[in-house]
């Protein structure tokens, strides 16, 4: 008897393969954050510059702090580590988000997703924590000039900077850790130019509410209890600077002081409108636009703060581009 080979059509695998579990074998999508229209490319364009210059910024002061003698005190090794942190910011998401954009591929794998949820809060919670140090590092220098090398020793500043890259990394490991747990449906959308857990857990199959609020408890703490302890900080220098007869010795503390106020502003500004906001005033778009502030430019404007305002940084930068014009001319 002869078989007859019967033939079926091809047909479209689907986008997502669902497991019986809810998990999907397919990546993740990330929705973006431009468009290609004009405005939104001329957009693009001026991320893209921000990016570079962030990343050229934050290098340089690294290497200055690392080659002048001058700058190598605790308040500068500090400040290296801070310009560590934005760089490793900027890398875990403009070029994914570039790529997206230029190429098309939104989509992520589930492990890059998982290390974009790992490291973001481990950055910002270690932050959190770098600038609670540097407000204990300018207290100690107004109010106890004298005592500094004792108060603010090279032993005590390494625990600290330790100790904030610890804490935050524990909170990265316990988000992207519990986060990747949880089972996912068909839509693998992420609203968002990066994976993280807020927006990754509402795709989740099963109740999550549990979840978000001790996510929320422990992002309000890891905001606030540094926030109390650089405001307990600054009114002790506040309180120190008022009570200065001179004028030059009030305007130098001022200034001092300044730059990393700035930096405070701009970080905690961000960072309170994005997450402990309630829920009801949330939306897509502003998170993003949000978000792109504290990712983005941020890290870029810190170097640009310090530097300006720092005559001891701008003397390392003069005397590293003497030093570069001299060998250029040999």
């Given at each position: 008897m002869r078989r007859h080979l019967?033939?079926?059509?091809?047909?479209?695998?689907?986008?997502?393969?669902?497991?019986?579990?809810?998990?999907?074998?397919?990546?993740?999508?990330?929705?973006?954050?431009?468009?290609?229209?004009?405005?939104?490319?001329?957009l693009f364009g001026i991320v893209l510059l921000v990016m570079f210059s962030s990343l050229l910024g934050n290098a340089l002061m690294v290497l200055l702090i690392r080659q002048d003698p001058r700058l190598h005190t605790p308040m500068y090794f500090l400040l290296s580590q801070l310009s560590l942190m934005d760089m490793m910011l900027v890398c875990t998401t403009v070029p994914k988000m570039a790529a997206a954009?230029?190429?098309?591929?939104?989509?992520?794998f589930l492990a890059g997703c998982g290390l974009q949820i790992f490291f973001l809060p481990t950055l910002g919670g270690a932050e959190c924590f770098l600038l609670a140090a540097m407000s204990y590092d300018r207290y100690v220098a107004v109010c106890h000039p004298l005592r500094y090398a004792t108060?603010?020793?090279?032993?005590?500043?390494?625990?600290?900077?330790?100790?904030?890259?610890?804490?935050?990394?524990?909170?990265?490991?316990?988000?992207?850790?519990?986060?990747?747990?949880?089972?996912?449906?068909?839509?693998?959308?992420?609203?968002?130019?990066?994976?993280?857990?807020?927006?990754?857990?509402?795709?989740?199959?099963t109740d999550t509410s549990a979840f978000e609020?001790?996510?929320?408890?422990?992002?309000?703490?890891?905001?606030?209890?540094?926030?109390?302890?650089?405001?307990?900080?600054?009114?002790?220098?506040?309180?120190?600077?008022?009570?200065?007869?001179?004028?030059?010795?009030?305007?130098?503390?001022f200034a001092t002081c300044s730059s990393h106020l700035?930096?405070?502003?701009?970080?905690?500004?961000?960072?309170?409108?994005?997450?402990?906001?309630?829920?009801?005033?949330?939306?897509?778009?502003?998170?993003?636009?949000?978000?792109?502030?504290?990712?983005?430019?941020?890290?870029?404007?810190?170097?640009?703060?310090?530097?300006l305002r720092n005559n001891e940084v701008k003397g390392a930068l003069r005397k590293c581009v003497s030093q570069c014009a001299a060998l250029t001319q040999h």
């Open positions: 019967i033939s079926f059509p091809l047909r479209a695998e689907p986008l997502f393969e669902i497991t019986e579990h809810g998990n999907s074998t397919s990546d993740f999508i990330l929705l973006g954050l431009f468009d290609h229209t004009t405005a939104q490319q001329f954009y230029l190429t098309g591929k939104k989509s992520i108060l603010m020793s090279w032993q005590l500043c390494l625990r600290m900077t330790l100790g904030s890259w610890f804490l935050g990394a524990a909170d990265g490991v316990v988000q992207a850790a519990v986060t990747l747990s949880f089972p996912f449906c068909s839509r693998h959308e992420i609203d968002h130019f990066f994976c993280e857990a807020p927006t990754l857990v509402r795709l989740a199959c609020y001790v996510m929320y408890i422990c992002c309000v703490l890891m905001l606030l209890i540094p926030l109390l302890l650089i405001l307990t900080s600054y009114s002790l220098i506040l309180a120190a600077v008022l009570h200065m007869r001179s004028t030059e010795a009030r305007k130098k503390a700035a930096v405070v502003g701009l970080f905690y500004g961000a960072a309170i409108f994005t997450y402990i906001r309630p829920t009801s005033y949330k939306s897509a778009n502003h998170d993003k636009v949000v978000s792109a502030f504290y990712a983005i430019f941020t890290p870029m404007l810190n170097p640009v703060i310090y530097s």
